[in-house]
């Protein structure tokens, strides 16, 4: 066939469709997709044998726009229909894309599923804090208080934290980024689909319609380095714009605190040093207060253990190996029978 | 045919032949009563006995012992002749305490046999039954009745005293003592059932030895003592002959689905969430994993079809099982399945409403929700079965439709047929005929939504298929590209097309035969589901008795098979029994606009034969 | 009546008067085309014209500038004499970009005015269009219309520049400059729109003076060009006397809830999710804490529903609202409160599937799912309206039937109505009438399900009362006593007293009317919902013309009003006009059994009332 | 009227229907309601002032056996209705039972968001790892491999941990104890019902049909002691038959270790103490590896912070102090009018 593609030789252009995208102009969604669109082709995945699934909202409009296989599927369920997807063809690169409001919100339950079976899908949750789609609700993740077109009076809901969530649901990849920095949402991305696992990346990205600015308070790039730290495998948990500041743990309150680094703080070895497989340590991270702490970003928590479709196939191969391709004629014949 | 009289009559045991017969065992749940009906069935059918089955469990796991709510029940009718249903009312009632007779008695024919152990007949039983102070056994109040009084727990025990046994693993063994005598009165062998207790208890030979010796003492006891006037003889049936087995629709659903999968040669997917009584689906499936089934038990029902959507999506077969408050949860998904056109086989086991309602008992009253309970324009194609052994061949006809015609197609069963069981001949699996399914590998004029011009199906193209590369969503689509489009003309033309499609399944399916009668006449009796047994008796007998009355029943429910009108229009009457208040008649009216009448029935139980009966009679004398 | 022609004749600008006009805004999502069609929409009304307005709004929030997808649209309707819909064609187009003029020109009467800004007729703005290179006010093919091409954007930079706006800001002037000219043309006062721009813009001094300044622009250009052969007078129409407002379907739905708690004298609990075209219901309701309303913005429907459940056992009024897809999850919930008979309103804001289908367009297609779309027999009331005005009558009448009668009802209104707008007379609160509502209280005789002899309705006992502690829930319940109960004549007779129930409400409900014509003839046009103006101004112009033809339309669709089927058959021939593939005449072809016919129309938009024209015609000439 | 209560006077006689009980003989379900209706009659509410609600399962049949308005609703939903019920009446005590099936399988999405929200409501979540009411197939909180009904060739989930799904919910108050230890359990119920807001209670329950044992490992008198550690504030995490074993935080791997507390292992100080205010130390607790670590009994993490109905109400109060309550003429006339 003429349409045979070299999977080493793939560009951005091979992942990019004909449609129109339809974002307002300026939304984060697009630095997503482009970063996205970047990635992929390092895979070494045709784009016919991945498959990108949505629920509904303005985020889930992604695979759209992704000259991949795609399914845009209903509000909230996109994890069960990625699973039904990566059990029935284990070959396939299974990707979902997800809002705060489809994947916490109505969809918190076939999130928090996935998530603890481990079904080997790279999730993306693109936090914006609101609905989009629907014009500017409040969302599981909005500030308490929050003045929205619901809730005029503030909402009176508690915010959720989708990596605490995730992790309270024992998932085996937890990650952070955000939609305007590329090379780390990049990199995030490429840790991602590289986890055999679910991967779940949350992504802060900014909805310029209905809630302009959410993330700038530690975004924008003049504040950025004091109001994040970057998480890194076996690094010191260290921030600020001279990588003078870290965290450090009290072992009386056992709390995390921030401190100076450096003559007239803490020695650099009293810096924690991240470990993305220790659970503890990426759940306090997950939960930091902020502004009195940064905001953590990268992998916070990566541990390999075994897949629930992996298991599946497994248990499958094994049964037919046992047993020998099932025999419909004698599984007919069952029980007790008798003959007439 | 009618089950015949069995009234005992003052003379020594001899073999008495008789045509029929109903009996039922009743007793706590802890009293095995389903064993002991699901060896007496092996028995009638290795006597090649036609016979039909129905057990009746409590809601509860495990009722305390002694209530009325605890009370579990089995009830079999064999005969020399066709059976269509576990019968009205037993010939026989084998009740093992006072809360199985208080709850079974009224059934019971009049002058029928009554066995009772009265050794459960103790003042606390009698309590918690609700006979207060009096004992039934003793006052006189079973008259009516061939009533046989014995100890059966002393009994028991005497009999397996020797075995070593724990005084409460020796009363376990009370329900193989019955069996023992039962098996005597009907003069059955006793070896099948050794042999199973033998399977059953291999690792303990005590319980082994007590079983048999409780089976074997009572039948001892048949022979022995002169309270028995009559042995009965229930000869073979005229069936058609071959290999036969028992089996319950549940386990017809299962085998249906794998053969169906194996017919189309594809692997299936099963995304399930609990709930009685379709669980038995679930478990069944779950073990065929060599047969390329994989189950999901999903978080919820909801996820459970997405899952099932979704490995179609990727080309396997999806399917799901539920049962009403499931399919309620259901609904949005399929109204997606429908959106996408994609195949999916959705089981409702029917059961007792509203809401949670009568979770073990049976209904048919999902049907409306079935063919319109879904938002929005969203036709789809839904079959009944009407008997276990059908439930097999329904389910195969289910995923035929709908890979067919890309479409979610329900299948409605019911909890009585889930549950009741029937001897099913075993089919040649190569007579089967072979599922045609054919992916989309052409990129030539591809689009995700270009039809087959017949069937109106869409392609199906699979993730994985080089130069298909597409999506597809809830949105609506342009008929002409298959990309998201609003536009009014489109929308109508895709709604239009997606009913077209699905009417057009009328060509492709058999067209409405009747069951029973003439072609015409007084009198049509429709009926779907597991109504048919019922049905199909009381018509026989009422044409027996020269009564104008035909019986046809619908396997096809959306559509309608196309002749249906037509033949309808033949009778000057259409009566529509259904255990639901009128909801088919409802849909024959609308369409067909002839005065169908409704004999609806809300009791979580089917209808009795005679129940029927009357109202045949009735409508045709009026 | 119909709306007159408006073909320009060459004089000299006079006022002319006619007697109504339909004129459509559209351009980009960001032209602010909504706003324009809002303030034309009070400057009628202040003249007291008759009215109807419909706007059409993008399913994309933002879509990118200048596409067809993009196009927002508002629609009016005005007259001196009684309006019942937005139009079916304008008589005036205003097109703000080459986009807008693309998708809406062919609605553009024959002749018609058609005012284009021609500054954004650009070659890019002309390729996103899909014109090509083509310009249309270039290449003679709007020849058939008044083309009025001004260079918009340039006569509001000018009238701005003073203003010291950004360009980009300058460019936003344009809908008030638009707006200007077209209050000159229909001789409409600016002042309430200065007083709008003052109130919207008061903090920023620059921008108020910038949008009169535009507005001024734009009526000067009318006064002082001559391109105008015409202006226009729609003399006042003849309305009942009273304080209007103008009202949207979804604002009068959220008021009648307020105004029925209020009329209950109990305090509100609405549960909702947020989904397009519903969601305004729960802004509007949100901003009323103050009249005792709580909103939850649920995690999902199901949980919405549930909350509203769980606030009306507590003895609040429990609402919900929705659409199509969010319907179909809460049906098991909702089979719970008719399961435990409590009261809940159900708003369906229906619009166009199936599935997530077309989310900003409207449709009538969940009436099967409202009335049949629940596992087992679960009946429930089930109501709509006609108009935005009537919205509010019939979710006090929702509220009022489902704390009567202890009972879920649904009330479905469409998007049509619920984004469309109409004259609306204020009604005085203290002239509504009370809602009767008692809890009980006292313990003699009580038990949960203790009913109303008349209304059948349980007994509403809230927890907080001494005496009457209970538990309720979704297993089958003793009809004697409410505890749970298995037995099966019981099942029969609660199924049976649940839909006596609902059945009973006809009652209780009022009489079925006939809108327009005769109590009998040759044809009866049957509506429900929001087809009403279109089916009446059909009707009424095919009266004129002299056809025998009448209009009836239904707002209680379970149960019907008790004398619909007598009515019907006074008609040799029924009609009935749905926006979906026929399902009221489902319904009555099923219950009563007579040949209506079905028009169906699903294109996501309403009938026009030439379509129902034609229909009736033919009808009555075959 | 004769039936009035005195509240300081009730007994548990006062919190017992005449219903029969219908769970199977010997079923952990009947010791926890007889703690519950024990603990019920401190608490000086009248039974009238207090709702049980319920989902579907043996566990969610609890409110039919409590002499207090109870509704047992459908699967999984508890928590929306007991949100609704809270809302509309703030004066009623309301609670929930809950299985981990209805709580955490069909009902995940709503305890989380009920959890989030902080409603206060209390829930008692049956753990017996198994579905009982649909007789015996595995649930989330099944082992991994579990062979059930529906898993003949064992379960391929990774389980989940109720407290840290709780945790990762931002619930307010976790705790845990066991059917069988009566002074646990009451103790924490008590706790619970003084608990404003969402109070999540996991209680480990032995179904002796489909699962029995499941927790005979450290729930038997034997081993309970080495098995077990019994957790309370401010006091040190210490367990063992003699207290001699005590949990201590490997500053370096920042874990937890069990550890010989005494001359031949460390000293009393170094043990952590348990501070249920400390997120972290909840979540540690709550994921410790079973059976290298023993299970964490007790009140893991109370916080108070504001609840969702409580918000809603001082909203409405406020509002109606500001406006006046709210005038429906007024409401109608709305924006623009005009006389005619
Ligand atoms: C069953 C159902 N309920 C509600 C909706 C309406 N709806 C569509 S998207 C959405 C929320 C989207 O929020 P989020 O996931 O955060 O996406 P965003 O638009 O912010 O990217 C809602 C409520 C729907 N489509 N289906
Ligand atoms: C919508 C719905 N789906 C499924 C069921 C069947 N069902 C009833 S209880 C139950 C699981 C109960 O498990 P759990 O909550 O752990 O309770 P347990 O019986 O173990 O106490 C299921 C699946 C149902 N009643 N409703
Ligand atoms: S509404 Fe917000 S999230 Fe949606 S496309 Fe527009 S900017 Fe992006
Ligand atoms: S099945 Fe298990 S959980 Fe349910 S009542 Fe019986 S023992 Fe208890
Ligand atoms: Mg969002
Ligand atoms: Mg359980």
């Known amino acids: 066939m003429s349409n045979v593609i070299d999977p080493t030789r793939l560009t951005k252009k091979d992942f990019e469709t004909d449609q129109d995208v339809r974002w307002c102009p300026g939304c984060g969604d697009y630095s997503i997709l482009a970063n996205v669109q970047k990635v992929m082709p390092e895979l070494g995945i045709l784009p016919e044998n991945m498959v990108w699934v949505s629920g509904i909202g303005c985020s889930s409009r992604f695979p759209y726009y992704m000259n991949t296989y795609g399914f845009h599927t209903i509000h909230g369920r996109a994890p069960a229909f990625a699973t039904g997807i990566k059990i029935a063809n284990p070959e396939l690169s299974v990707w979902m894309a997800t809002g705060d409001g489809d994947g916490l919100s109505i969809g918190g339950n076939q999130l928090m599923h996935c998530l603890r079976r481990n079904v080997d899908i790279k999730i993306l949750l693109f936090n914006n804090r609101i609905y989009g789609l629907t014009k500017g609700q409040y969302s599981p993740t909005s500030e308490f208080g929050k003045v929205t077109k619901s809730t005029p009076y503030g909402s009176a809901d508690q915010p959720l934290d989708p990596a605490s969530f995730a992790l309270g649901a024992n998932a085996s990849f937890v990650a952070r980024s955000i939609d305007t920095e590329a090379a780390h949402l990049s990199d995030v991305l490429r840790r991602a689909a590289r986890h055999s696992g679910s991967a779940f990346l949350e992504i802060y990205q900014n909805c310029n319609v209905f809630n302009d600015g959410a993330f700038d308070s530690f975004r924008e790039k003049d504040v950025r380095a004091e109001r994040t730290i970057r998480v890194e495998h076996g690094k010191p948990l260290l921030f600020g714009a001279n990588n003078d500041k870290g965290l450090v743990l009290n072992t009386k309150t056992f709390a995390l605190e921030v401190r100076e680094v450096g003559p007239n703080g803490v020695k650099p070895e009293d810096v924690l040093v991240h470990d993305e497989t220790n659970p503890m340590l990426a759940y306090m991270l997950s939960k930091m207060p902020y502004p009195e702490f940064p905001v953590a970003l990268g992998v916070l928590f990566a541990v390999l253990k075994p897949t629930y479709d992996g298991t599946l196939r497994e248990q499958k191969a094994a049964a037919k190996a046992k047993a020998g391709k099932g025999d419909l004629q004698k599984l007919l014949r069952g029980g007790a029978t008798w003959e007439i | ?622």
């Open chain 2, 1 to 622: 045919m009618a089950s015949s009289q069995i009234v005992p009559t003052p003379q020594t045991p001899s073999q008495q032949v008789v045509r029929a017969a109903v009996v039922r065992f009743v007793g706590d749940s802890g009293d095995g009563m389903q064993i002991t009906g699901d060896q007496f069935t092996v028995a009638a059918a290795l006597a090649r006995n036609d016979l039909a089955t129905f057990p009746d469990f409590p809601a509860e796991i495990r009722a305390p012992a002694g209530t009325t709510y605890g009370v579990s029940g089995f009830q079999i009718h064999f005969a020399a002749d066709h059976v269509y249903t576990p019968g009205d009312a037993p010939d026989v009632l084998v009740a093992m305490n006072p809360a199985a007779l208080k709850t079974n008695l009224r059934d019971l024919k009049k002058g029928g046999i009554l066995i009772v152990n009265s050794g459960a007949f103790n003042a606390a039983n009698l309590k918690k039954a609700g006979y207060g102070e009096k004992n039934p056994l003793e006052d006189g109040s079973l008259e009516g009745y061939a009533l046989l009084s014995i100890d059966i727990t002393k009994q028991t025990q005497n009999a397996v005293k020797d075995s070593g046994l724990s005084n409460k693993e020796a009363n376990r063994c009370k329900n193989f003592w019955t069996l023992g005598l039962m098996f005597w009165i009907y003069a059955r062998p006793l070896e099948p059932t050794i042999q199973y207790i033998e399977q059953k208890y291999g690792k303990r030979a005590e319980l082994v030895q007590a079983n048999i010796a409780a089976l074997k003492a009572g039948h001892a006891y048949g022979e022995t003592t002169e309270v028995f006037q009559n042995r009965y003889q229930v000869p073979p049936a005229p069936v058609e002959p071959g290999v036969y087995r028992n089996i319950s629709g549940n386990a017809a659903t299962a085998l249906g689905l794998v053969a169906a999968a194996e017919l189309a040669n594809r692997e299936m997917v099963l995304g399930a969430y609990p709930i009685t009584p379709a669980s038995d689906v679930l478990h069944e499936l779950s073990k065929l994993k060599s047969f390329g089934v994989t189950t999901v038990q999903a978080e919820d029902e909801i996820a459970a079809v997405c899952a099932a959507i979704g490995a179609s999506y990727a080309g396997n077969l999806g399917v799901t099982t539920t049962s009403g408050p499931g399919m309620a949860l259901k609904t949005e998904a399929i109204g997606l399945a429908i959106a996408v056109e994609l195949p999916l086989v959705i089981i409702d086991v029917q059961r007792g409403g509203p809401s949670t309602g009568l979770p073990t008992k049976t209904e048919q009253a999902d049907l409306l929700q079935a063919v319109y309970g879904r938002n929005s324009e969203a036709p789809l194609c839904v079959l009944s079965a009407s008997t276990p052994g059908e439930c097999f061949y329904m389910a195969i006809e289910a995923v035929r439709l709908a890979v067919s015609y890309m479409t979610p197609v329900i299948l409605l069963t019911d909890g009585y047929l889930a549950n009741g069981a029937e001897p099913w001949k075993i089919p040649n699996v190569a007579d089967l005929p072979k599922i045609e399914l054919k992916f989309r590998t052409d990129p030539v004029g591809f689009h995700p939504f270009v039809r087959d011009e017949k069937t109106l199906a869409r392609a199906w193209a699979i993730p994985g298929t080089p130069g298909l590369v597409h999506r597809i969503g809830g949105l609506e689509k342009d008929y002409d590209s298959g990309h998201i489009s609003y536009a009014p003309e489109n929308h109508e033309r895709m709604c239009r097309v997606r009913a077209a499609k699905i009417a057009g399944i009328a060509e492709d399916v058999p067209e409405q035969a009747i069951e029973v009668g003439n072609e015409s006449g007084k009198l049509l009796v429709l009926g779907w589901g597991s109504t048919y047994g019922a049905i199909r008796e009381a018509v026989e007998r009422s044409r027996a008795r020269g009564l104008d009355v035909s019986h046809a029943h619908v396997r096809y429910l959306n559509p309608f098979p196309k002749n249906l009108g037509d033949l309808l229009r033949r009778f000057d009457r259409v009566l529509v029994p259904e255990l639901n208040l009128g909801q088919l008649v409802k849909m024959i009216r609308s369409q067909y606009l002839i005065p169908a009448e409704s004999l609806p029935k809300v009791q979580g139980k089917p209808f009795r034969i005679e129940e029927l009966e009357d109202k045949i009679r009735k409508m045709l004398e009026s």
